[in-house]
């Protein structure tokens, strides 16, 4: 495709609730990374794709957030029992190649009631 | 520890008046640097990159940085500036994999 594209663009759900939030890379990107951007703050590293394999998912704030790549294309982060502290844009991003520039997507905004 | 620091929280600027957005970074290695923008309700966009050579890297919509190692500093210029440029601008270092961002610059532009 033309650019990074997320679904959905927003989600409002209950707390406690599983989400899953969806990244379609630009085509051909081996590189695949996602963030979280808090309401006035800058974005947090979750989870970085190289290929299939997550070499590096130390941003993870606990063990409710996972995160998987199929086919070295989309890839589905969720949040399992999901908490208010879970609101946020979710930002995914992809690159050529591992270390060069990356292409963010427009974002999930995800609001826990 | 890497870090990214932008010290300026909120800045406003008139129109034509020129401007500069501070940065600066705290990495081990020699880092790769990014300016990206975003605009209200809009993803983040690439307006210019560091990776080697000339310090001076001109990027999209006529902004500059400079790379100054000694300082460990990756300042984002515009001479003139447009009141479409209002926006929140982030500094990023990367080495190779996650980027690490700065908290933003929010940019207001009066007429």
């Known amino acids: 495709g033309a650019g990074v594209s997320q679904s959905p663009s927003n989600k409002v759900t209950e707390k406690g609730k599983d989400v899953e939030l969806r990244c379609d890379p630009i085509?051909?990107?081996?590189?695949l990374y996602w963030y979280r951007q808090r309401l006035g703050q800058g974005l947090e590293f979750l989870i970085y794709f190289q290929g299939n394999s997550a070499p590096d998912k130390s941003g993870l704030p606990s063990d409710r957030f996972s995160a998987e790549r199929t086919g070295e294309s989309v890839s589905t982060l969720t949040i399992q029992r999901t908490q208010q502290e879970d609101s946020a844009v979710y930002l995914c991003?992809?690159?050529?190649?591992?270390?060069?520039?990356?292409?963010f997507g427009p974002g999930t905004r995800l609001t826990v009631t | 520890a890497q870090s990214v620091t932008q010290p300026d929280i909120h800045i406003t600027v008139s129109e034509g008046a020129s401007l500069e957005l501070r940065c600066n970074y705290s990495y081990g290695a020699t880092p790769y640097l990014f300016w990206y923008v975003q605009s209200p309700g809009q993803g983040l966009q690439l307006l210019l990159k560091y990776f080697s050579g000339d310090t001076l890297v001109q990027g999209i919509k006529g902004f500059e940085a400079e790379f100054k190692r000694s300082q460990s500093s990756f300042n984002l210029r515009k001479p003139s500036v447009h009141w479409s440029d209002a926006a929140e601008y982030f500094c990023?270092?990367?080495?190779?994999?996650?980027?690490?961002f700065g908290t933003g610059t929010r940019l207001q532009v009066f007429p």
């Open positions: 991003a992809s690159s050529s190649l591992r270390g060069s520039e990356q292409y």
């Open positions: 990023a270092v990367g080495g190779g994999d996650k980027l690490i």
């Open positions: 085509s051909g990107h081996t590189a």
